[in-house]
């Protein structure tokens, strides 16, 4: 499975609310279409989910949801590694050195956490604060070439690269300083009902996203009432988020160039627009439900899937944290 030729690809998604397909475009979509040219190792970040509060059982069930679903989507467990986070002890472990490295100013700064903490005021948990420097080890412990997600991580991705040179010039060369991959398209898909701020898998109010897993029904409801502005023109614009927003997913699903839906909806009304791209929505998703009915159904399959990717991705923490120990001064323990 680890092929030393290849490029290292590392990305992961928090198993919190409904995988959606803003993380399907944003993120997804690309770790299926790299992992025949990378060696590859996607995480479902279960540590990271804790930072905002979870119910245990909900929890456990959804990481095995969320493996089921990178299936479904198209992650081939033969070609990719996948991982839970926590079942590789090697993420907390470089996270402290990794903090010693870090400064509160930096952290201060990021953008993500000043968004949850406005969300979460009543538990703003240092671990929302040091989420970034967790993300940073995820990164830096399998020595990634390349971390494919959306727009909203970059700010966490130039952290992760400050702290591979910072380590590099402390101490000597020792981690790859790893490069964004954020999407020219699809890389921000908006909420449905406000579409100024970004789709989000764990929105309160379920009409703003399009999970993976929604009914054809309940995609067509969500669509119909999705906010449109004012005007009648089926066109990106600017100034109308609304409208721009379905126009750019009905795009991206259908692989059609934003020009041509524009010329294929002229002169037509926003209403039979959004059918279509309800309809389109819902095509979409039923090969990807099919399968992951098929597969969620199979616990021994997901268990063996996941034992693999622990074992894989626990060799490679390993080898990356005794060098990190070592050149920080610390003793190997003895035998
Ligand atoms: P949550 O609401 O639980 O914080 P989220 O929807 O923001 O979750 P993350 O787990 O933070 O999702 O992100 C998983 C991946 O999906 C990341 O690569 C992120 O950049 C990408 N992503 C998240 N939201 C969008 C979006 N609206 N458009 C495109 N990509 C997105
Ligand atoms: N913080 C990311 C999820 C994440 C991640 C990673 C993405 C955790 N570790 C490593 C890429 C690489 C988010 O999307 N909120």
Redesign the pocket.
């Known amino acids: 499975m680890a092929d030393t030729h290849k490029p290292i690809l590392l990305?992961?998604?928090?198993p919190?609310?409904h995988l959606?397909i803003?993380?399907y475009?944003?993120?997804?979509k690309n770790w299926v279409n790299l992992q025949e040219s990378h060696d590859s190792i996607f995480l479902v970040?279960d540590m990271?989910?804790l930072t905002?509060r979870q119910n245990p059982a909900e929890l456990r069930q959804r990481c095995l949801s969320y493996v089921a679903q990178y299936i479904a989507c198209g992650i081939d467990p033969e070609k990719s590694t996948i991982v839970i986070q926590s079942h590789v002890p090697q993420h907390a472990e470089l996270m402290w050195i990794l903090s010693t490295l870090t400064y509160m100013g930096e952290l201060n700064r990021m953008t993500?956490f000043k968004d949850?903490s406005k969300k979460h005021a009543a538990n703003i948990n240092a671990g929302l604060f040091t989420y970034p420097i967790l993300m940073a080890s995820d990164i830096l412990l399998y020595q990634a070439d390349l971390v494919?997600?959306?727009?909203?991580?970059k700010q966490h991705l130039e952290l992760a690269r400050d702290l591979a040179i910072r380590f590099n010039s402390t101490y000597s060369d020792t981690f790859v300083v790893p490069e964004p991959c954020i999407p020219k398209t699809?890389?921000?898909?908006?909420?449905l009902q406000e579409p100024e701020k970004?789709?989000?898998?764990?929105?309160d109010n379920l009409n703003n996203?399009i999970a993976i897993l929604d009914s054809a029904d309940i995609v067509k409801r969500k669509i119909k009432r999705a906010v449109t502005d004012s005007g009648s023109e089926v066109k990106m614009d600017k100034s109308r988020p609304g409208i721009s927003n379905l126009v750019q997913l009905y795009s991206l699903i259908t692989d059609l160039s934003v020009k041509e839906v524009e010329s294929q909806y002229s002169g037509k009304m926003y209403s039979d627009f959004k059918t279509d791209l309800g309809n389109v929505i819902a095509e979409f998703l039923e090969p990807i439900q099919k399968k992951y009915n098929e597969i969620s159904k199979d616990k021994d399959y997901l268990e063996s899937v996941l034992a693999k990717g622990a074992e894989n991705a626990f060799y490679r923490g390993r080898k990356t944290l005794s060098k990190v120990y070592r050149k920080v001064g610390f003793i190997q323990p003895a035998r």
């Not at 970004?198 to 929105?203: A, Q, Y």
């Open positions: 990305s992961g998604i928090q919190s609310g959606c803003g993380n475009l944003g993120a997804l970040v990271h989910a905002v993500q949850k494919p997600v959306g727009a909203d991580q699809g890389a921000r898909i908006m909420s970004k789709m989000s898998k764990s929105d996203l």
